[in-house]
């Protein structure tokens, strides 16, 4: 008889990010499962949606909790959060880059922030939750990166070079985790159309945009499969071109997208 996802990957899943967008998409879908989930985000009005939403529409337990994921402190927020769960299930969604500058245009601390975020964050959520997984001989993780990790850009370097650590940390723990019976996935993704790009302003009809919901539905189908999945076929494209091609090409074409979703020249030049 095949497992199924709550005896899998539950009795709860864990997801940072997870009051809107991509994040809600992948609670919508463990909730359906009858998994019970625990919502992180910085907003609290958002998670207090998002907790409505899913305890009305399904049949879970859902807990949320307004924090900053780049905080010193986040260690000891999650053994606090997490002490009585039993969780099986970690999405870490958080870290989006909004409002692109320049390097040196963006105070250091800025990209002191996207690094604890998208590199200190990934780490220390992976190491507590993981290890009981690895004890309990099941679980899964899926950290998402960004076609931006697999090259630099200009407007987005911090961003682009955390992402890169992501998808190699993926990969690295789905080697050490998958003879324990956890699956590990890089879920990796272009331009998605979110609530929080529509704040940033980003115009999405200037790349290929995907959508929260196909993002969410190929990462859990693909999780147990691969280490690395890079979502729809202009990413895999691009992916592909990115594994080979020169590296000047690259770092022009993803610098050239991305600030053109912004309206941001490229090459840049001092006003």
């Known amino acids: 008889m095949a497992t199924s996802m ?4 539950g009795p709860w899943a864990l997801i940072a990010g997870g009051s809107e967008g991509i994040g809600l998409e992948f609670g919508r879908r463990l909730a359906a499962a009858g998994i019970n989930l625990l919502l992180l985000a910085r907003r609290e009005q958002p998670l207090k949606d998002a907790q409505t939403l899913l305890e009305n529409e399904y049949d879970v337990s859902v807990r949320i909790a307004a924090l900053d994921l780049s905080t010193a402190d986040l260690p000891e927020r999650l053994q606090e959060l997490t002490a009585d769960l039993d969780i099986g299930m970690l999405i870490y969604n958080a870290g989006a880059s909004h409002g692109l500058q320049l390097f040196h245009d963006a105070p250091l601390q800025h990209s002191l922030q ?6 200190a964050g990934p780490a220390i959520l992976s190491h507590h939750l993981g290890g009981k ?8 993780i899926i950290l998402l990166s960004s076609l931006s990790g697999f090259c630099g850009s200009a407007y987005i370097a911090t961003y682009a070079a955390s992402k890169a650590f992501d998808t190699g940390f993926a990969e690295s723990l789905w080697a050490e985790l998958q003879p324990f019976g956890v ?10 159309d979110t609530p929080s790009m529509q704040r940033a302003g980003a115009d999405m009809s200037a790349v290929p945009a995907l959508t929260s919901a196909e993002v969410a539905e190929q990462g859990l189908a693909q999780l147990g499969n691969t280490p690395i999945h890079v979502v729809g076929e202009v990413g895999q494209m691009l992916a592909d071109v990115a594994r080979g091609g020169d590296r000047r090409e690259l770092i022009d074409g993803m610098s050239s997208a991305a600030a053109a979703m912004f309206g941001k020249p490229y090459p840049p030049h001092v006003d």
């Open 183 to 192: 699956d590990v996935l890089s879920l990796v993704i272009g331009a998605t």
């Open 114 to 119: 996207m690094i604890a975020l998208n590199c």
């Open 6 to 9: 709550k005896d899998r990957y």
């Open 133 to 140: 997984m690895r004890e309990r001989g099941r679980g899964g």
